[in-house]
Protein backbone atom coordinates (compact mmCIF):
# COMPACT_ATOMS: atom_id res chain seq x y z
CA UNK A 1 0.00 0.00 0.00
CA UNK A 2 2.80 2.31 0.87
CA UNK A 3 4.39 1.94 -2.48
CA UNK A 4 1.42 3.00 -4.09
CA UNK A 5 1.43 6.01 -2.01
CA UNK A 6 4.65 6.79 -2.80
CA UNK A 7 4.11 6.25 -6.79
CA UNK A 8 1.35 8.12 -6.74
CA UNK A 9 2.83 11.24 -4.91
CA UNK A 10 5.71 10.75 -7.25
CA UNK A 11 4.07 11.16 -10.20
CA UNK A 12 2.40 13.97 -8.65
CA UNK A 13 5.28 15.98 -8.02
CA UNK A 14 6.58 15.77 -11.52
CA UNK A 15 2.76 16.88 -13.07
CA UNK A 16 3.47 19.66 -10.70
CA UNK A 17 6.58 20.59 -11.91
CA UNK A 18 5.78 20.48 -15.16
CA UNK A 19 3.35 22.59 -15.15
CA UNK A 20 5.92 24.51 -13.22
CA UNK A 21 7.89 24.45 -15.72
CA UNK A 22 5.63 25.76 -18.46
CA UNK A 23 4.12 28.08 -16.28
CA UNK A 24 7.89 29.80 -16.70
CA UNK A 25 7.96 29.41 -20.28
CA UNK A 26 4.29 30.84 -20.62
CA UNK A 27 5.65 34.08 -18.39
CA UNK A 28 8.62 34.38 -20.61
CA UNK A 29 6.84 34.20 -24.28
CA UNK A 30 4.01 36.49 -22.94
CA UNK A 31 5.37 38.92 -21.64
CA UNK A 32 7.54 40.08 -24.53
CA UNK A 33 4.04 40.47 -26.27
CA UNK A 34 2.59 42.55 -23.77
CA UNK A 35 2.73 45.97 -23.70
CA UNK A 36 4.43 46.59 -20.24
CA UNK A 37 6.02 43.20 -20.32
CA UNK A 38 7.43 44.05 -16.97
CA UNK A 39 4.31 44.35 -15.13
CA UNK A 40 3.52 40.60 -16.77
CA UNK A 41 6.82 39.32 -15.79
CA UNK A 42 5.89 40.13 -11.96
CA UNK A 43 2.77 39.02 -11.97
CA UNK A 44 4.24 35.76 -13.68
CA UNK A 45 7.28 35.79 -11.22
CA UNK A 46 4.95 36.01 -8.10
CA UNK A 47 2.87 32.67 -9.62
CA UNK A 48 6.12 31.22 -10.23
CA UNK A 49 6.87 31.56 -6.90
CA UNK A 50 3.78 30.11 -5.51
CA UNK A 51 3.73 27.07 -7.53
CA UNK A 52 7.28 26.18 -6.59
CA UNK A 53 6.52 26.44 -2.89
CA UNK A 54 4.01 24.25 -3.24
CA UNK A 55 6.40 21.92 -4.78
CA UNK A 56 9.01 22.11 -2.49
CA UNK A 57 6.61 20.96 0.11
CA UNK A 58 5.00 18.32 -1.77
CA UNK A 59 8.85 17.26 -1.94
CA UNK A 60 9.31 17.12 1.53
CA UNK A 61 5.79 15.25 2.15
CA UNK A 62 7.21 13.10 -0.07
CA UNK A 63 10.46 12.68 2.14
CA UNK A 64 8.23 12.19 5.39
CA UNK A 65 5.81 9.31 3.81
CA UNK A 66 9.19 7.86 2.46
CA UNK A 67 10.42 7.88 5.76
CA UNK A 68 7.55 6.37 7.51
CA UNK A 69 7.02 4.05 4.96
CA UNK A 70 10.63 2.64 5.66
CA UNK A 71 10.05 2.54 9.76
CA UNK A 72 12.09 5.55 10.51
CA UNK A 73 9.66 7.06 13.59
CA UNK A 74 9.02 3.55 14.54
CA UNK A 75 12.41 2.18 15.10
CA UNK A 76 14.07 2.32 18.25
CA UNK A 77 17.63 4.38 18.89
CA UNK A 78 20.28 2.38 18.18
CA UNK A 79 18.09 -0.02 15.88
CA UNK A 80 18.82 -0.25 11.88
CA UNK A 81 16.04 0.69 10.25
CA UNK A 82 15.54 -2.57 8.62
CA UNK A 83 14.85 -3.84 11.73
CA UNK A 84 11.26 -2.64 12.15
CA UNK A 85 9.97 -4.16 8.63
Known amino acids: ?????????????KEENDK???LAIDAMEDASELPFPEKSLV?????YKLMQQRILGMIDMLEEVKAFSEGYYTKKEGEAIGDTL
Open 1 to 13: MNEKLIEHLEETL
Open 20 to 22: LID
Open 43 to 47: KGHEE
